[in-house]
T-cell receptor, first 115, second 116 residues
Framework: AQKITQTQPGMFVQEKEAVTLDCTYDTSDPSYGLFWYKQPSSGEMIFLIYQGSYDQQNATEGRYSLNFQKARKSANLVISASQLGDSAMYFCAMREAVTGNQFYFGTGTSLTVIP | ETGVTQTPRHLVMGMTNKKSLKCEQHLGHNAMYWYKQSAKKPLELMFVYNFKEQTENNSVPSRFSPECPNSSHLFLHLHTLQPEDSALYLC???????????????FGPGTRLLVL
């Protein structure tokens, strides 16, 4: 079974609007971390935000926030006030404590910001 | 220089060639990774080196051969590749410490490989 599922291959958002990118995960390990990365057309994967399974509050980093719903096993990324530079691929990833340093990635969501 | 660097950024090679990809991290991390990224597929983990020791090898064909001479450098040696090996090859590093910790992976810019 897929460890990370991203069901939105492509998304469009108007500049200055907010957008939510979906991510669900599958694990039986009580200790895990969830990550979001941005990949512009240049190819480099840029770390955006982290959420730990024991964190009580949703993570926030500037315009990025993570809507963490543990019971539903979802970790959606919310980008507020979208900018043209936000157009990129976005990947959700998970790392389980039991598997150590192995990261599992989803297939990604392509976000296009429309002026 | 900071972060993770990869060379070359682009590579075109024939199926009979031998080439090497290089990755260097300047973050003081103790783990390094090779990933393959093909279109419309999740990132595929190829190799993991933890404290210079290979800990993962996810059934990668022997035409890919990794080398990790120290904790800052990682190579991927390529020989007799196939056209389906054309992809973006990403290197990453992380600091492995507490299990389930916050240690994220930091990625290099990747090498775009085309096998003709």
């Amino acid at each position: 079974a897929q460890k990370i599922t991203q069901t939105q291959p492509g998304m469009f958002v108007q500049e200055k609007e907010a957008v939510t990118l979906d991510c669900t995960y599958d694990t039986s390990d009580p200790s895990y971390g969830l990550f979001w990365y941005k990949q512009p057309s240049s190819g480099e994967m840029i770390f955006l935000i982290y959420q730990g399974s024991y964190d009580q509050q949703n993570a926030t980093e500037g315009r990025y926030s993570l809507n963490f719903q543990k019971a539903r096993k979802s970790a959606n990324l919310v980008i507020s006030a979208s900018q043209l530079g936000d157009s990129a691929m976005y990947f959700c990833a998970m790392r389980e404590a039991v598997t150590g340093n192995q990261f599992y990635f989803g297939t990604g969501t392509s976000l296009t910001v429309i002026p | 220089e900071t972060g993770v660097t990869q060379t070359p950024r682009h590579l075109v090679m024939g199926m009979t060639n031998k080439k090497s990809l290089k990755c260097e991290q300047h973050l003081g991390h103790n783990a390094m990774y090779w990933y393959k990224q093909s279109a419309k597929k999740p990132l595929e983990l190829m190799f993991v080196y933890n404290f210079k020791e290979q800990t993962e090898n996810n059934s990668v064909p022997s035409r890919f051969s990794p080398e990790c001479p120290n904790s800052s450098h990682l190579f991927l040696h390529l020989h007799t590749l196939q056209p389906e090996d054309s992809a973006l090859y990403l290197c990453a590093s992380s600091q492995v410490g507490q299990r389930g910790g916050r240690e994220t992976q930091y990625f290099g810019p990747g090498t775009r490989l085309l096998v003709l």
